[in-house]
């Protein structure tokens, strides 16, 4: 006991003697008619210049990273023999990251999951992104810029996932080397780039909304990717945590026009939704958000006197929890798959919470029933 005291007690020394060695430096090398505090604030504002242009850099050259083990992974399914015994060209894959999608492409009629319109010749005709800036260089910090930068990373990764959809589809071989890690990592980084726009957007940072639909067909590609099978455990988490972070934004957007924005993160969500190893975890956090706003609620109502409208209720999450029950009947009634312990803990937490709200909070307590009405043949099938 007494060595753990003495050696807390030199970290303590220790920890004050470098503070104080780092204030005499500020004072001694502070220029002739600056204070010691404004010179000792510039000098913080340039080193967390510093580390956001690190930081910076360390992100564009993770990106350059993913996109070299996407084009590996493209040249080696294209090298592959075909049934026939010939190679198919490898120089082909140098074209497939020199051009973006087409509108055509990225129109929301189109899911991304026809194979049979895809081309592993893109037309030369196609915009060219020549003029992206290297993801090496230190970046500007300007939203906008950064924007355009995540929009060009974006389209890189769709065309990926659908030029390897392509690929699967030719009939080529792909169990012997699937890479997994570059698929999983793709259809993660697209994930985190649909929170980034829903963010600026929620924040009404985006401006054109209309540009949240290139989105919903990223979001469909993932599920694509996903569904073949590909998942960790670390995967799963991540994943997770992303979409907890898009159910919070979901719940918590007060924008005045904001439908537009609400209504793509519902499709998004479902379109997520739909690879089955992702909407188990959908339907478990959903619930869960749902069951603590019925909690909320129900302890709204105990605190005011009979006759009286609730004060203390969040009405911002009340309403955008409509969402959230659209986008959960949708996932159950897509999902054909057995349901976990989890979910008859969930559904017996919903029908314990449905007749007490029914009074003051009828439309909700009435998608609570209907939601657990729909969960009842998943969890009958999961005993």
């Not at 604030?41 to 992100?59: F, H, I, N, V, Y």
């Not at 020549?130 to 910090?141: G, K, L």
């Not at 919903?216 to 979409?243: D, F, N, P, Y």
């Not at 379109?271 to 909407?279: D, F, P, Q, V």
Request: charged content about 25%; some cysteine.
């Amino acid at each position: 006991m007494a060595n753990y005291g003495a050696t807390k007690w030199r970290e303590a020394w220790y920890s004050t003697s470098a503070k104080l060695g780092v204030a005499l430096a500020v004072i001694r090398s502070k220029p002739a008619g600056k204070s010691a505090r404004k010179h000792a604030e510039d000098l913080a504002t340039k080193l967390r210049q510093q580390e956001e242009d690190w930081k910076s850099k360390a992100e564009g050259l993770k990106e350059e990273v993913l996109r070299l083990k996407q084009e590996l992974l493209l040249a080696k399914l294209l090298n592959k023999p075909r049934n026939g015994g010939s190679s198919a060209r490898g120089d082909d894959v140098l074209k497939l990251f020199s051009q973006d999608l087409s509108e055509a492409q990225l129109s929301e009629n189109d899911s991304g999951c026809d194979t049979q319109t895809l081309s592993l010749t893109p037309d030369p005709a196609e915009a060219v992104l020549s003029t992206t800036v290297p993801p090496y260089s230190i970046q500007p910090r300007h939203s906008s810029f950064h924007r355009d930068n995540r929009e060009c990373a974006l389209s890189k990764h769709m065309q990926f996932l659908q030029n390897l959809s392509a690929l699967r589809g030719s009939g080529k071989d792909t169990q012997m080397d699937r890479g997994d890690a570059v698929i999983e990592d793709t259809a993660l980084n697209m994930i985190e780039s649909v929170v980034a726009a829903h963010r600026e957007a929620g924040e009404g940072r985006l401006g054109d909304v209309s540009q949240l639909g290139r989105f919903l067909q990223a979001s469909r590609l993932v599920a694509q990717a996903l569904e073949r099978g590909v998942g960790k455990q670390k995967v799963l988490e991540k994943a997770e945590e992303l979409l907890e972070e898009l159910l919070e934004m979901l719940l918590n957007n007060s924008q005045l026009n904001k439908f537009a924005v609400q209504n793509n993160l519902t499709e998004c969500l479902i379109c997520l939704g739909g690879a089955s190893m992702l909407r188990p975890v959908l339907v478990k956090l959903v619930l869960s958000h749902i069951i603590r706003l019925a909690e909320h609620l129900w302890s709204a109502c105990q605190e005011v006197p009979e006759g009286q409208q609730p004060q203390q209720v969040d009405w911002v999450r009340y309403e955008n929890s409509f969402y959230l029950f659209w986008t959960l009947e949708q996932l159950i009634q897509a999902g054909s798959g057995r349901a976990g312990t989890d979910h008859h803990h969930l559904q017996a937490q919903l029908e314990k919470h449905v007749l007490p709200l029914s009074d003051e909070f009828p439309l909700f307590a009435l998608y609570m029933w209907r939601i657990e009405g729909l969960l009842k043949p998943a969890c009958t099938r999961g005993t």
